[in-house]
Each structure stands twice: as structure tokens, then as C-alpha cells.
T-cell receptor, first 115, second 111 residues
């Protein structure tokens, strides 16, 4: 497709279960970013990839969160043993490169609800 | 670490009023600065950017000037319209080329 695609668009899970969120960036974009948007919390940086490597993982909230990117394209964000405070919209974005003035293109997000 | 602090909202203005949304930053080196906008029901999109001190970014009647001396990048528009109602995010590209966002400011413009 032409834009950043995220799946699923909505995910409801039970506390303690693992979830996987997927992001398909725009073709040819080498940089990929994950953010979390919680009500009243703005956009929280989680991790970004340049190619398949992650220069900055500092935003991952805990060791329950992990992300990988393979083939310089699709990325998955995995949350293990989900907690209610993990409920949020998880946004993925990509850019042509991680250059200083590159703009990000955002997906529509995955709304995660942990019951 | 690198961060942005953004004026808290919500902000409600009448049509044709003047808008300012404050944004200040903390960063090592010389970051690039951005404003992103999220219209109702849509994803975030870039509104404007500035990559060095004294640069002015502008788009759709909005402007912001990169002020190194005050570490600020305030968003302004001279005459807002109902269609400008959205959430506005200030953002900074840090030393590791990651991109940090502020908490967002919700603007509502009433006719």
C-alpha cells in the first residue's frame, strides 16, 4: 500500500496474555519508529530502527516490551504478560531515512485494551 | 536527556483569533524541530519544521521560529479557522536521530 499499515487496528486481550503488534512501513523507508499514545500522556517514544538495528531502545517501558525488524521492512512490537496500564494506542511511523529533517509518516495505530 | 515541553491545553478560540502554542526544548547539540498535527479521525502529519537556529518553518498560515537563545519553537497563526481544530504536537529530533514529541495541545476553534 501507499502508507504505513498497522495491524490489528484493535486488540482486546486479557491481563497476563502476550500480544504482537505489526507494522508495515512505506516501501523503501529505512527508518521505523514505535510510539505509545495514552490519554493525556501525549506521544511516548518507545524504540526506533535504522534498517534492522535499533540505535535507541531507551523508551521501552520494561523488559516485557520488545521489538524486532527483519529484512529492513516489517516490524513487530511484542508485549509479554500484558498489564492494564499497557492499554493505549500504539503508533508506528516510518521515514525515508533517519536524517535530521526527514518527516515521519504515521500509521493509524493499534488500539490495545487490556482487561 | 532530550525533551520538549509543550503548553498544556485545551485551547478554545473564536474564529479569526490569534493563536500561540508554546514549545520549549532541552537538547544536546543542535536538534531539528517540528510541529505535527492530528486532525480528528486522522493520523499525525507534519505541519512544519526548522532545522537550524533562526529558521522559520511555515505551512497553511502557521509559523514557528527556531530560537536557540530561548530554546523555543512556538507555533503561531494570525487568524484561526474552524478547520484548524486539531491536536498539535511539538517534536525534536535528538542526537541519536530519534524523535521526541511533546504531550500535545488540543485546539478547538468555534465559529
Amino acid at each position: 500500500g501507499a502508507g504505513v499499515s498497522q495491524s490489528p487496528s484493535n486488540k482486546v486481550t486479557e491481563k497476563g496474555k502476550d500480544v504482537e503488534l505489526r507494522c508495515d512501513p512505506i516501501s523503501g523507508h529505512t527508518a521505523l519508529y514505535w510510539y505509545r499514545q495514552s490519554l493525556g500522556q501525549g506521544l511516548e517514544f518507545l524504540i526506533y530502527f535504522q534498517g534492522n538495528s535499533a540505535p535507541d531502545k531507551s523508551g521501552l517501558p520494561s523488559d516485557r516490551f520488545s521489538a524486532e525488524r527483519t529484512g529492513g521492512s516489517v516490524s513487530t512490537l511484542t508485549i509479554q504478560r500484558t498489564q492494564q496500564e499497557d492499554s493505549a494506542v500504539y503508533l508506528c511511523a516510518s521515514s525515508l531515512s533517519a536524517g535530521r529533517d526527514e518527516k515521519l509518516f504515521f500509521g493509524s495505530g493499534t488500539q490495545l485494551s487490556v482487561l | 536527556g532530550d525533551s520538549v515541553t509543550q503548553m498544556e491545553g485545551p485551547v478554545t478560540l473564536s474564529e479569526e483569533a490569534f493563536l500561540t502554542i508554546n514549545c520549549t526544548y532541552t537538547a544536546t547539540g543542535y536538534p531539528s524541530l517540528f510541529w505535527y498535527v492530528q486532525y480528528p479521525g486522522e493520523g499525525l502529519q507534519l505541519l512544519l519544521k526548522a532545522t537550524k537556529a533562526d529558521d522559520k518553518g511555515s505551512n497553511k498560515g502557521f509559523e514557528a521560529t527556531y530560537r536557540k537563545e530561548t530554546t523555543s519553537f512556538h507555533l503561531e497563526k494570525g487568524s484561526v479557522q474552524v478547520s484548524d481544530s486539531a491536536v498539535y504536537f511539538c517534536a525534536l529530533r535528538g542526537a541519536l536521530n530519534n524523535l521526541f514529541f511533546g504531550t500535545g495541545t488540543r485546539l478547538t476553534v468555534i465559529p
